[in-house]
């Protein structure tokens, strides 16, 4: 996959990994493998990125007496959500344009 798309994907996966509530970087890791294997040195600058576009604001907690990093979602980041499945529908389209017209060129 064209790295400048898998990055959009990610980001994408990051956020939706966040619409169900606040979460920390291990447990979205686990999350957002589920869908694409994503590892601790990928997933960080993502948040970084994310929480500098005002996508996420992160807030901390102590957990088991350590303090824990929670990410949570903004407005601006369900927005990004919301552009991102837009922007989906069309690719689909494309897709399967280009799919049907060079099935029918092959046959």
């Not at 898998?6 to 589920?34: F, H, M, N, Q, W």
């Not at 694409?36 to 907690?61: M, N, W």
Request: net charge neutral; with cysteine; glycine share 8%.
């Amino acid at each position: 996959m064209d790295t400048q798309r898998k990055k959009g994907v990610l980001d994408a996966c990051v956020l939706a990994a966040l619409s169900r509530g606040p979460s920390y970087g291990y447990e979205l890791i686990g999350t957002v493998s589920r869908c694409v294997p994503i590892s601790e040195s990928t997933l960080y600058p993502i948040l970084k990125r994310l929480e500098a576009g005002g996508c996420l604001t992160t807030y901390k907690e102590e957990y088991n007496g350590r303090i824990r990093k929670y990410y949570r979602l903004t407005d601006a980041g369900r927005k990004r959500i919301r552009d991102f499945l837009e922007e989906w529908e069309e690719i689909e389209r494309i897709y399967n344009f280009v799919h049907t017209m060079s099935q029918e060129e092959s046959q």
